[in-house]
């Protein structure tokens, strides 16, 4: 099975975001404002460190330790110094549920 509930959609209120580990993997759910939830892998490119430990600046979240940006909508790099992408995650809501398919990478028209 690749999709996971990850949260209720009530445990993440808008503006905020949190680190879950499931199915082996480490995941940075946020609940953007104005679009929805987001996943994206936790670790930024740059220096391995933990995204959910930054700071969500809209759409883009930002590594705590050197301000490396990232888009929670495509995964691409929005500010330096990482240089590679994250992977993005599909997600859905059910039933009051959120999940996360770490099958299925989001498609880029959720951009």
Do not use: Q, W
């Amino acid at each position: 099975m690749t999709r996971h509930r990850i949260a209720g959609i009530d445990d993440l209120p808008e503006g905020e975001m949190a680190k879950y580990d499931v199915g082996g993997r480490t995941i940075c759910l946020a609940n953007v404002k104005g679009v929805g939830f987001r996943a994206i892998d936790d670790r930024c490119t740059h220096e391995d460190e933990s995204l959910s430990e930054g700071f969500l600046c809209g759409e883009d979240v930002e590594c705590p330790a050197h301000g490396s940006r990232f888009s929670f909508l495509t995964g691409e790099v929005s500010g330096l110094p990482a240089t590679m992408p994250v992977r993005v995650y599909e997600v859905s809501v059910d039933d009051g549920s959120v999940y996360v398919d770490l099958a299925v990478d989001a498609p880029s028209s959720a951009a």
